[in-house]
């Protein structure tokens, strides 16, 4: 039974990410919110659920029940911590949302050769589909502002995100 609730959470933990992403994707939906809420208002909530509901389906896929897949090698954690500077600096440098869907590609991607478990495979795959699919619509990044002030921001964020890694996540990000 116990294995049970943890499928079932994170079922439901994609299922509400995934409702949250196509929703206020449709003309009526959010064009209500955004006279609700203004367009400020609407992206800061709208990115504020995204967050959030991302955060308890990273925790929900650990806390699904094992049924491994591969070996996870070591050179996979070197990916990932060549995949994660470079997706912040896309996403810090790009102008428009293309660069932070390009940037979740890559974090995606990163981290699906690390995790060689059901659920991970499942939620890191799941994630490389739905960047990919953003990326159809949006087209790739066109546009960067390089600036020392976005580099050092994106480095900062990507060392904040190594060093929170284990605090957050429960697994250290560096290669053994």
């Known amino acids: 039974m116990k294995g049970m609730t943890g499928w079932g959470e994170y079922i439901a933990a994609w299922a509400l990410f995934l409702g949250a992403h196509m929703i206020p994707a449709l003309p009526g939906p959010r064009g209500w919110l955004v006279a609700r809420l203004g367009r400020r208002g609407y992206l800061a909530a709208f990115s504020l659920l995204s967050i959030g509901l991302l955060y308890w389906l990273i925790l929900a896929a650990g806390r699904a029940p094992v049924v491994p897949l591969w070996d996870q090698p070591g050179w996979s ?47 890191f795959g799941g994630m490389v589909i739905f960047a990919l699919s953003g990326l159809l619509r949006s087209g790739l990044p066109g546009t960067f502002r390089v600036t020392w002030r976005r580099i050092a921001l994106a480095m900062l964020i990507w060392a904040a995100f190594l060093h929170l890694h284990p605090l957050v996540i429960g697994v250290s990000p560096l290669p053994a």
């Open 77 to 123: 954690r070197w990916l990932v911590n060549i995949a994660m500077p470079t997706a912040i600096l896309v996403a810090a440098l790009s102008v428009g949302m293309s660069g932070l869907i390009a940037a979740f590609a890559l974090w995606a991607g990163g981290h699906l050769a690390a995790n060689g478990d059901l659920a991970h495979a499942l939620f």
